[in-house]
């Protein structure tokens, strides 16, 4: 019997990690006919979460644990293979230093989201104020375009994943600053989670940890197997795997295959919501982790 999944992701470049065990033919091994299904945004994927409609996918730990404090019905089940914050500062070719960006328009995901956030930090950090110097646009489903929304002078520059970076710098469209880290003062969060809906979690447990099982298998494969990793993103993408390698080579500090949780990361994010104002009370791990999916990290040797 076939099990049929919809597994959510915020943009086209997310939950690679899925399309990944698709591919391999590991959730069909289980039984799971997968799909990855796109809704932009971290708040309204969030609320996609929450319906049902989508019962289990990828997100942003910032728009995940804001949604759960305002009563989503959701729960981060583990880490997705981002689980550092791989968001790369890119603008357009000619723009010689970031001051040079006053008067420009930028772009984010959406308003809420993990980009959003970091842009805006980015640019208070280098002198402009949001809103005041710079204008911020969010760019929902273009935001799959973004390379071609630069060059076509709509905006300025944008947060974007190692694959838009280096195609961008390829194309000779946009400069790329480095990542988030390099270009300001900014914390180092839990970033991309594996969420699932509670009432999914509690009538389909067992599910749940078989997804989760698959998701973790495909991240010890890419991890055992960089250069199969490579050229399934080659093809996915229709690149060149040799910008295919460049991609991983510039998110690797940032990538985690084993699914586990930086529990302090996670942290942090839920203190950066408060700080911002986006959790109207107190919110604990315990709040937004379901402990029955958590892998805890090995522990010392005897």
């Given at each position: 019997?076939?099990?049929?999944l919809?597994?959510?992701?915020?943009?086209?470049?997310?939950s690679?990690i899925a399309?990944?065990?698709?591919?391999?033919g590991?959730?069909?091994r289980?039984?799971?006919?997968a799909a990855?299904?796109?809704v932009h945004?971290?708040p309204?994927l969030?609320?996609?979460?929450?319906?049902?409609?989508i019962?289990?996918?990828?997100?942003?730990?910032?728009?995940?644990?804001?949604?759960?404090?305002?009563?989503?019905?959701?729960k981060?089940?583990g880490?997705s293979?981002r689980?550092g914050?791989?968001?790369f500062?890119?603008?357009r070719?000619?723009?010689q230093?970031?001051?040079?960006?006053r008067?420009?328009?930028?772009?984010?995901?959406?308003a809420?989201?993990c980009?959003d956030?970091?842009?805006?930090?980015?640019l208070?950090?280098?002198?402009?104020?949001?809103?005041r110097?710079?204008?911020?646009?969010g760019?929902g489903?273009?935001?799959?375009?973004v390379?071609e929304?630069i060059?076509?002078g709509?905006?300025?520059g944008?947060?974007v994943?190692?694959?838009n970076?280096?195609?961008?710098?390829?194309?000779g469209?946009s400069?790329?600053?480095?990542?988030?880290?390099?270009v300001?003062?900014?914390?180092?969060?839990?970033?991309?989670?594996?969420v699932?809906?509670m009432?999914?979690?509690?009538?389909d447990t067992?599910?749940a940890?078989?997804?989760?099982?698959?998701?973790?298998?495909?991240?010890?494969?890419?991890?055992?197997?960089?250069?199969?990793?490579?050229?399934?993103?080659?093809?996915?993408?229709a690149i060149?795997?040799?910008l295919?390698?460049e991609?991983?080579?510039?998110?690797?500090?940032?990538?985690?295959?084993?699914?586990?949780l930086?529990?302090?990361?996670?942290?942090?994010?839920?203190?950066?919501?408060k700080?911002?104002g986006?959790?109207?009370?107190?919110l604990?791990?315990d709040?937004?982790v379901d402990w029955r999916?958590?892998?805890?990290?090995?522990?010392?040797?005897a």
């Amino acid at each position: 019997m076939t099990v049929s999944l919809d597994y959510g992701a915020p943009t086209s470049h997310s939950s690679l990690i899925a399309h990944f065990a698709i591919a391999k033919g590991l959730f069909a091994r289980q039984g799971i006919e997968a799909a990855v299904k796109v809704v932009h945004g971290g708040p309204e994927l969030a609320a996609a979460y929450h319906s049902g409609a989508i019962p289990m996918g990828e997100m942003g730990s910032p728009p995940a644990i804001t949604a759960i404090g305002a009563g989503r019905r959701i729960k981060i089940v583990g880490s997705s293979m981002r689980r550092g914050v791989a968001l790369f500062f890119v603008t357009r070719a000619d723009i010689q230093a970031i001051g040079g960006l006053r008067g420009e328009r930028l772009g984010a995901l959406s308003a809420g989201s993990c980009s959003d956030w970091y842009l805006r930090e980015v640019l208070r950090q280098n002198g402009l104020e949001p809103g005041r110097d710079v204008e911020i646009v969010g760019l929902g489903k273009d935001h799959d375009r973004v390379n071609e929304l630069i060059a076509e002078g709509v905006i300025a520059g944008a947060l974007v994943s190692g694959l838009n970076a280096k195609q961008g710098e390829r194309g000779g469209i946009s400069r790329c600053w480095g990542s988030a880290f390099d270009v300001a003062t900014v914390p180092d969060l839990q970033w991309s989670v594996h969420v699932a809906n509670m009432e999914f979690l509690d009538r389909d447990t067992e599910f749940a940890a078989t997804v989760l099982g698959v998701l973790r298998e495909a991240g010890q494969a890419a991890e055992r197997d960089p250069e199969e990793w490579i050229a399934f993103t080659a093809e996915k993408f229709a690149i060149d795997p040799d910008l295919s390698r460049e991609a991983f080579e510039i998110e690797r500090p940032f990538l985690h295959f084993e699914g586990r949780l930086d529990l302090e990361g996670l942290q942090r994010s839920i203190d950066l919501q408060k700080k911002l104002g986006a959790l109207k009370g107190d919110l604990a791990l315990d709040n937004v982790v379901d402990w029955r999916f958590h892998t805890p990290a090995p522990g010392p040797m005897a």
